[in-house]
């Protein structure tokens, strides 16, 4: 499970439109879903997407690990956050991941414990 965490940060941050669409491509279920309180999405193509708006946002940020991985059977909950490479993080998340029985994704149920003021 930690490999499927290491796989998922890197598809949040890959800027090539082809390899992260790959990535999704090989991570998700064709009907996968991606929930959290700025985005409800269904399918490979609008995950890509919901990926690419994010990076459109914050171009010069990337995600990383949290503290807490967490993961039994075909579940895994774990935080992350986006931030400079080298700062603090402006956005702070916890994930909860349903894998299907190929271990694909099947769905993320997202949190934003921390987001920037508008």
Same mark, same amino acid.
């Given at each position: 499970?930690?490999?499927?965490?290491?796989?998922?940060i890197?598809?949040?941050?890959e800027r090539d439109a !082809?390899?992260?669409? #790959? %990535? &999704?491509?090989a991570?998700?279920?064709?009907?996968?879903?991606?929930t959290?309180p *700025?985005? +409800?999405?269904?399918?490979?193509?609008?995950? !890509?997407?919901t990926? #690419? %708006? &994010?990076?459109?946002?914050f171009?010069?940020?990337?995600?990383r690990?949290?503290e *807490?991985? +967490?993961?039994?059977?075909?579940?895994a909950r774990?935080?992350?956050?986006?931030?400079p490479?080298d700062?603090?993080?402006?956005?702070?998340g916890?994930?909860?991941v349903?894998? +299907?029985?190929?271990?694909r994704?099947?769905?993320?149920?997202?949190?934003?414990d921390?987001?920037p003021?508008m």
């Amino acid at each position: 499970m930690t490999e499927l965490l290491d796989r998922y940060i890197a598809a949040w941050n890959e800027r090539d439109a !082809d390899k992260r669409r #790959a %990535a &999704v491509d090989a991570l998700w279920a064709p009907e996968g879903t991606y929930t959290d309180p *700025l985005a +409800d999405v269904r399918g490979r193509e609008a995950i !890509d997407a919901t990926i #690419a %708006a &994010v990076q459109d946002q914050f171009p010069d940020f990337a995600f990383r690990p949290g503290e *807490l991985f +967490d993961a039994h059977h075909d579940i895994a909950r774990f935080t992350w956050e986006l931030g400079p490479v080298d700062g603090e993080a402006v956005v702070v998340g916890f994930d909860v991941v349903v894998l +299907d029985a190929e271990g694909r994704i099947k769905h993320v149920h997202g949190f934003l414990d921390k987001v920037p003021a508008m």
